[in-house]
C-alpha cells in the first residue's frame, strides 16, 4: 500500500468508515491524492450511516458507472404538445369551461359530501329538503360587509349563494374567478340560498415516491439567455460546477427548465433595446452552446414559458424545433409544452411556468411576488394551474381543459416570478425555481425583487430540498 492509500485509510477509520479491498487497489491507481478522494466520498455522503465505501461509492464519485448503471429512468408522464388543436374560434371557450367542471366534478366526486351532488337547475327549481349539494365554477364573488354572495355556474345554469359565516367567508373571498367550488346550500328563512359548506378540491395525503438510488434534480427557470441582464457568468460558474468533481454534483442525474429559456422578442414594449442578442435564433444558439456544457448524463427536460416562441397562449406546445434545431438533436435534452408531467425515476414532477401567479397575486387577498409557493399552494387546491379567465394569462380555446390537476404529483414545479422557493404541501414537495436574469428596470419600476442565480435542488431519495447559490 502507497503512503496516500495508508493516509486514506487512516482518515476513513478515524471517521468510522472501512474501505473495501477494491478501492484500497484501485486508489492504489489512481494519481490523484487518495486521501482528498476519500474525503470527498465521505462528505458527499451527508452523514448516511454506511460503514463501509465500496466500488460503488468510488464509480459514482468517478462518475464511471454513471451511464451504464443508471437505473434512475426518465419519462415523459403527459406533455401537451401533440394535443394542442390550437384556436377554433368563440365556441372553443364554452367547451372549455364544460369540460374543466366535469373533470373537477369527477375530482371532488372522491369527497363524502358529494353524495347529495344536484344540479345547479335542480336545486334551483327546489325540489329538495333539509341540504343539498351543487358543484360549480365561481362566475361572480361580491363581498358585502356581512357576507359575500357568490354566483355559480354549471352547464344547467346559474346560481346566487350566499356565505354568512365567518370561516366559511375567508375560504369564499379567497375564491377566483372561474375556480371550481363545491358547496352545501340550504333554503334560508328569508329566502334565498345560504351556504353550510365549502368544499375544494385539493390533494389528499399519499404515499410520498422516492427513489431508490440517491440521485439529485436540479430545478431552474426564468433563465432570459439574449437579456442584458441574464447572468452569464453566474451561470457558468453553476455549469463548471455540475462538470466539476463535487460529489453532489456528480450524482444529479436531472436538470429540469421552467421556460422562459430566452428572453425573446417582443414580448414587451421597447425590450428590444434590453436584448444583447437581438433574434430568437441567436438567443437559442447562445442557449444551446451553454445547455451543451451540461455532462451528456445529466437528463435535462424544458418547457417554455411566455418569453419562448412557439404560442404565447396556455396550454403551449415545447418549443418549435424550427427556432432550435440543435438543442433539439442532443441526445440528453427533451423538450416539452407548459405543463407537463415527468417522472423521475417514479418521482412525478408537475413543470408549469407560472404565468397564472400574476392574475393570482392581484386577485386573491395575502398571496404576494416574494412568496411564490403560497400561490402555487392556491393553484394546487384548486387543482387548476390557470383559473382566472380574462387575466393577464392568455388561454387558448381549446376544447379539453388540460389545466386542470387530474393526477397529483409529488413536486410541482413553477417559476416566472423569479423568486425561489420550496415547500411541502400534504405529500406534494412545491418549488418556484427562482432565475438567472437580474432585476430589470420594469421589475424595479414596480417593486418587484428577484433572488437570481440560486439553483433549487432535490434529493430525490430522501425527499430533501436545498438551495445552492452562484450569485
Ligand atoms: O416575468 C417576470 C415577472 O415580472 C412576472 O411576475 C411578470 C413581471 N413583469 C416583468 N416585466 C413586465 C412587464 N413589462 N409588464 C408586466 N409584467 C412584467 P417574465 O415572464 O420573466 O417577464
Ligand atoms: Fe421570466
Ligand atoms: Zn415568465
Not at 345554469?157 to 375556480?179: C, H, P, W, Y
Not at 416570478?417 to 432565475?435: D, F, K, P, Q, W
Request: aromatic fraction near 8%; include cysteine; glycine fraction near 8%.
Amino acid at each position: 500500500m502507497n503512503r496516500e492509500v495508508v493516509l486514506a485509510l487512516n482518515y476513513a477509520l478515524s471517521h468510522g468508515v472501512q474501505i473495501h479491498p477494491d478501492v484500497l487497489a484501485a486508489l492504489e491507481k489512481t494519481g490523484s491524492s487518495a486521501q482528498e478522494i476519500i474525503k470527498n466520498i465521505i462528505r458527499g455522503r451527508h452523514g448516511r450511516e454506511a460503514s463501509m465505501i465500496g466500488m460503488e461509492d468510488f464509480n459514482l464519485y468517478f462518475g464511471i458507472e454513471d451511464d451504464a448503471s443508471l437505473p434512475v429512468s426518465f419519462e415523459v408522464v403527459w406533455d401537451p404538445t401533440s394535443s394542442i388543436t390550437s384556436s377554433e374560434g368563440v365556441e372553443g371557450y364554452s367547451e372549455l369551461f364544460v369540460d374543466r367542471y366535469e373533470r373537477l366534478k369527477k375530482i371532488i366526486q372522491g369527497r363524502p359530501e358529494s353524495k347529495k351532488l344536484k344540479s345547479v337547475a335542480a336545486v334551483r327549481a327546489r325540489d329538495f329538503e333539509g341540504d343539498v349539494c351543487l358543484c360549480g365554477l365561481v362566475v361572480e364573488r361580491n363581498v358585502e360587509r356581512n357576507f359575500t354572495k357568490l354566483v355559480i355556474d354549471d352547464p344547467t345554469g346559474s346560481i346566487e349563494v350566499m356565505v354568512f359565516n365567518e370561516e366559511l367567508r375567508e375560504v369564499a373571498d379567497s375564491m377566483l374567478n372561474d375556480q371550481f367550488v363545491m358547496i352545501v346550500v340550504y333554503w334560508g328563512r328569508n329566502g334565498g340560498f345560504m351556504v353550510k359548506n365549502l368544499i375544494i378540491p385539493d390533494v389528499p395525503e399519499r404515499r410520498i415516491a422516492r427513489t431508490e438510488r440517491e440521485v439529485y434534480a436540479l430545478f431552474l427557470s426564468d433563465l432570459h439567455i439574449g437579456s442584458r441582464y441574464f447572468m452569464e457568468t453566474e451561470f457558468r460558474k453553476f455549469l463548471a460546477w455540475l462538470s466539476g468533481p463535487d460529489p453532489v454534483a456528480k450524482k444529479v442525474g436531472f436538470v429540469l427548465i421552467g421556460g422562459d429559456i430566452v428572453d425573446g422578442v417582443g414580448i414587451y414594449p421597447n425590450q428590444d433595446k434590453e436584448l444583447l442578442c437581438k433574434t430568437v435564433e441567436e438567443q437559442f444558439e447562445k442557449t444551446t452552446e451553454l445547455l451543451s456544457e451540461i455532462p451528456e448524463r445529466v437528463r435535462v427536460c424544458i418547457i417554455p414559458g411566455n418569453h419562448d416562441p412557439g404560442r404565447r397562449a396556455l396550454p403551449q406546445p415545447a418549443v418549435p424545433e424550427k427556432y432550435c434545431p440543435a438543442l433539439w438533436e442532443r441526445e440528453n435534452v427533451t423538450m416539452v409544452g407548459n405543463p407537463a408531467v415527468v417522472s423521475l425515476g417514479g418521482v412525478k414532477v408537475l413543470m408549469f411556468h407560472g404565468q397564472s401567479i400574476d392574475d393570482l397575486v392581484k386577485a386573491a387577498p395575502g398571496l404576494s411576488y416574494d412568496r411564490p409557493v403560497d400561490a402555487m399552494r392556491h393553484l394546487l387546491r384548486a387543482r387548476h394551474l390557470s383559473p382566472v379567465f380574462g387575466g393577464r394569462t392568455p388561454i387558448a380555446p381549446e376544447t379539453e381543459d388540460l389545466m386542470v390537476v387530474n393526477d397529483v404529483p409529488d413536486v410541482f414545479q413553477a417559476g416566472h416570478v423569479h423568486v425561489v422557493g420550496a415547500e411541502m404541501y400534504r405529500s406534494v414537495t412545491l418549488i418556484n425555481s427562482g432565475a438567472w436574469q437580474k432585476q430589470t428596470p420594469f421589475q424595479a419600476s414596480v417593486g418587484q425583487v428577484p433572488t437570481p442565480g440560486v439553483v433549487v435542488m432535490m434529493n430525490l431519495k430522501t425527499g430533501d430540498v436545498g438551495y445552492k447559490y452562484f450569485g
